[in-house]
Nanobody
Framework: EVQLVESGGGLVQAGGSLRLSCAASGFTFDDYAIGWFRQAPGREREGVSCISRSDGSTYYANSVKGRFTISRDNAKNTVYLQMNSLKPEDTAVYYC???????????????????WGQGTQVTVSS
């Protein structure tokens, strides 16, 4: 059974940090690019950050560039999203998704997304 399980969300004050984890199982993790997406109420889904399967190339949305860092540990089948300097506008449900091996920018644009996690809530208070 394919599973992507996000964890690490919560409530944090503006300027604080959180680290999200996405633990994968049931498929060959190394074969997939992984992306973090978020959706706030009344807003469209946004590709926040994505990482390729092989060379670790990354993409960040302009809204998070310089504040968020994505990384993957293929030995642990896990992708992380370190979020620093959080802002109230970062409040959303964050999802990870596994995608066919496309460039990270295209993954964040929604190309080839195959599997999704259930999401974890991130709330940033002002």
């Amino acid at each position: 059974e394919v599973q992507l399980v996000e964890s690490g969300g919560g409530l944090v004050q503006a300027g604080g940090s959180l680290r999200l984890s996405c633990a994968a199982s049931g498929f060959t993790f190394d074969d997939y690019a992984i992306g973090w997406f978020r959706q706030a109420p009344g807003r469209e889904r946004e590709g926040v950050s994505c990482i390729s399967r092989s060379d670790g190339s990354t993409y960040y949305a302009n809204s998070v560039k310089g504040r968020f860092t994505i990384s993957r540990d293929n030995a642990k089948n896990t992708v992380y999203l370190q979020m620093n300097s959080l802002k109230p506008e970062d409040t959303a449900v964050y999802y990870c998704a596994a995608a066919l091996p496309n460039p990270s920018r295209l993954v964040c644009d929604g190309l080839g997304l195959n599997y999704w996690g259930q999401g974890t809530q991130v709330t940033v208070s002002s």
